[in-house]
């Protein structure tokens, strides 16, 4: 039934087919999926007498008189009565022809939101119509309101979708889920019937997005449960390939063993237990290791890329960006010790020169680990026995980068292992659904000996006499990053600020030590800035959220975050992770407008009171509603229609299962769910 086109509807042309395309609708079926995003109750007429200002009701009036004003603005006012009472029409645009037929003894049955004025009751440019004598003016079911494109007003737009659900047969379309989940018994035509055109008594709140009506909920689980057969299917194509295993345990794995100043903790012994168990597999591991900042995800990455050197093989290192390419670099060298010549860099600052070499290095294979940003997937870069890829801080990168670098692999036969670290804490139903195609390990617990970091609110009226205690406190080893608000409308605002606060605190600190970051200055004066900072020859450190992620100087104790109030909370929670990675007690303190409004400060105390990143995910949602917090819908991640993966995380696991079953029972009927919810779309996870 899908391929019914449009124009085989009455009224529809060439120009309202264009129209319809523009808003995603090719087909009838897509018409009959085109759900309200509102309704209108006109199943009951109400008497003037019984409105209240400030509802939106349907009544049948009697024009008493008509007058075309001219003051202050042009307009038209019909006094007029239902018997019960007085109200006023008020039209501020209008046809002469309006005018002409909305005369004195008219019979109209208007729509509108009534309101009060000092003449009495009013509808301001209800929606009307004359009444029809052999015509009830109430409505059999509730009105839907639909997202139109210009140029469709309702009344089309509703005779269209009704038409398609009257001429599609849906008996070609029945698919029997019941049969794999009793819930989803109403049938599809049903459901589609009851929203479009929801019965009277209907709970408008019920069966709006998010609402618990049968039909809302039937038609939100087939789609979650096309979703998920279509990552189901991924997966398995994944699992497909030939991988290389790793297996081996050699000098790379004892360099970090005795490099590594630490002792590991149990989560990420768990952790790499969890990895190695994959990739001794022939196929490859596609593995997300969740941990919160500071969780200490790259020593895993480490023993990750060693198990893959020592086999033999090659392994690409992701960053982000050059800032944290160059950090990691650093961090590995220092973690393979005897090996860290065989280590590399490539990011967008690599010289011509530099790279032409390092190119020859990794095709003769003396580079076995390239460390390096988006450059590592640029053309003319091919590793030949590349077996690893490891992918730092994963939603910055777009799905086709890490294709890319999926295919820098030269060998036909074998794909290679894939490691993502995430810091983005979501609920770990969540993340099995929308990276339904991996397989997710979590670093639950931080490095011992961390002392909780001390959060405060401050105003920004005490900006001075703290810029003096932490001044004191840098005579005392302190170290301090100072973050000055991204100003997203101008980047030039944005260095304004940056350079504002670097001079102020000059003023207090001295010329020699404070040092300024932002994103305008060069990879290289970026790494110098950050390495003064690292040596203590600057003590506070003025920055953009360039520092957002990764940058790791463990001694940084103290953080100023100016303007916080502007800041997202996952994003506060980000830049703190900055501090408190060493064994000092750290400071974060949240400077703010002197006013703020209530949920500003409610959502700052979320931050005063926990450093739990998984914790202020949640309350992020609960004070910020679902559909911000992780922006994986909006980027195009996930591609649904209906379904918010937040809001209905409650249906996830549910239909995960069903899912499942549909894909190993009834493939044909999976394809089936996939042409209908989410065809064309499935191939972007293909990464
Ligand atoms: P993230 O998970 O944020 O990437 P990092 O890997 O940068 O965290 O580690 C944060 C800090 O914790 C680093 O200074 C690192 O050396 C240190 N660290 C990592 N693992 C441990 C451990 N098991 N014990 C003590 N310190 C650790
Ligand atoms: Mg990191």
């Not at 670098?405 to 139903?429: M, V, Y």
Request: aromatic share 6%; hydrophobic share 40%.
């Amino acid at each position: 039934m899908a391929n019914i086109e449009l124009k085989q509807l009455k009224g529809i042309g060439p120009s309202i087919v264009e129209k319809l395309n523009s808003h995603g609708i090719f087909n009838l079926r897509d018409l009959c999926f085109h759900l309200p995003s509102g309704y209108q109750d006109r199943t009951n007429v109400t008497q003037v007498i019984d409105l209240v200002p400030g509802d939106e009701k349907l009544i049948t009036v009697k024009v008493v008189t008509s007058q075309s004003l001219y003051r202050p603005r042009k307009m038209m006012v019909l006094k007029c009565t239902d018997g019960s009472g007085p109200i006023n029409i008020r039209f501020f645009y209008f046809h002469p022809s309006q005018a002409r037929q909305l005369k004195a003894g008219a019979e109209l049955v208007c729509f509108g939101k009534v309101s009060l004025s000092r003449y009495g009751l009013e509808m301001i440019h209800p929606e009307y119509e004359m009444v029809q004598p052999d015509q009830s003016p109430e409505q059999e079911t509730l009105t839907p309101m639909y997202r139109v494109p210009k140029g469709i007003g309702q009344k089309k737009i509703r005779h269209f979708i009704l038409a398609a659900i009257q001429k599609l047969d849906f008996d070609d379309d029945f698919l029997n889920l019941e049969k794999y989940d009793p819930s989803l018994d109403m049938n599809i035509l049903d459901a589609l019937k009851a929203i479009h055109n929801p019965a009277p008594a209907t709970d408008i709140d019920d069966i709006l997005p998010g609402g618990s009506h049968p039909a809302r909920v039937r038609l939100l689980k087939e789609e979650m449960i096309a979703f998920q057969a279509g990552m189901t299917f991924l997966k398995r194509k994944q699992k497909r390939h030939h991988a290389e295993p790793l297996i081996e345990v050699g000098s790379w794995n004892k360099e970090v063993t005795k490099n590594f100043p630490f002792e590991l903790t149990d989560a990420q012994k768990r952790v790499i237990s969890e990895i190695k168990e994959d990739t001794a597999q022939k196929v490859p591991m596609m593995r997300l290791v969740q941990g919160d900042v500071g969780s200490g995800k790259t020593v895993v990455a480490a023993l990750a890329a060693a198990l893959a050197i020592d086999s033999s093989f090659q392994v690409a290192f992701m960053a982000p960006t050059t800032l944290l390419a160059e950090q990691h670099f650093v961090s590995l060298k220092s973690f393979f010790g005897k090996e860290a010549s065989k280590v590399a860099l490539l990011t967008g600052s690599t010289t011509a020169k530099g790279r032409k070499k390092l190119l020859q290095d990794i095709e003769d294979m003396s580079v076995r680990l390239v460390v390096g940003t988006h450059a590592l997937f640029q053309k003319g870069v091919g590793f030949p026995n590349l077996a690893l890829i490891i992918i730092d801080e994963q939603h910055r990168f777009g799905v086709n980068q890490r294709l890319a670098l999926r295919k820098k692999n030269d060998s036909e036969i074998s794909a290679p292992h894939q490691l993502t670290l995430t810091a983005t804490p979501i609920p770990r139903t969540l993340s099995m659904s929308v990276y339904a195609n991996m397989d997710v390990s979590i670093i639950d617990e931080l490095p011992p000996g961390r002392k909780p970091i001390q959060t405060s609110c401050l105003p920004l009226s005490g900006k001075t006499k703290l810029i003096e205690r932490i001044f004191a406190a840098t005579k005392n080893g302190s170290k301090a990053y100072w973050i000055c608000p991204l100003i997203e409308e101008s980047e030039n605002l944005d260095l304004n600020a940056v350079m504002e606060s670097y001079e102020d605190l000059k003023e207090y600190f001295g010329e020699q030590k404070v040092g300024c970051l932002h994103g305008k200055l060069s990879a290289k004066d970026k790494q110098l800035q950050i390495q003064k900072f690292k040596d203590s020859q600057t003590s506070i450190l003025v920055s953009t959220t360039v520092v957002e992620v990764g940058v790791d100087i463990p001694d940084a104790d103290i953080m100023v975050i100016e303007n916080a109030e502007r800041f997202g909370l996952a994003q506060l929670h980000q830049l703190r992770g900055r501090i408190g990675r060493g064994s000092k007690e750290s400071f974060c303190i949240l400077l703010h407008k002197d006013k703020i409004g209530e949920i500003s400060s409610q959502r700052l105390d979320v931050l005063v009171d926990t450093q739990d990143g998984f914790k202020i995910a949640e309350k992020d949602l609960e004070i910020r509603g679902p559909g911000e917090i992780m922006g994986a819908q909006q980027t195009g991640i996930v591609p649904m229609k209906y379904t918010n993966l937040v809001r209905d995380s409650q249906y996830l696991m549910g239909t995960k299962k069903v899912a499942e079953v549909i894909c190993d029972e009834d493939p044909e009927l999976a394809n089936q769910l996939i042409n209908r919810w989410i065809s064309g779309s499935i191939a972007f996870a293909d990464a």
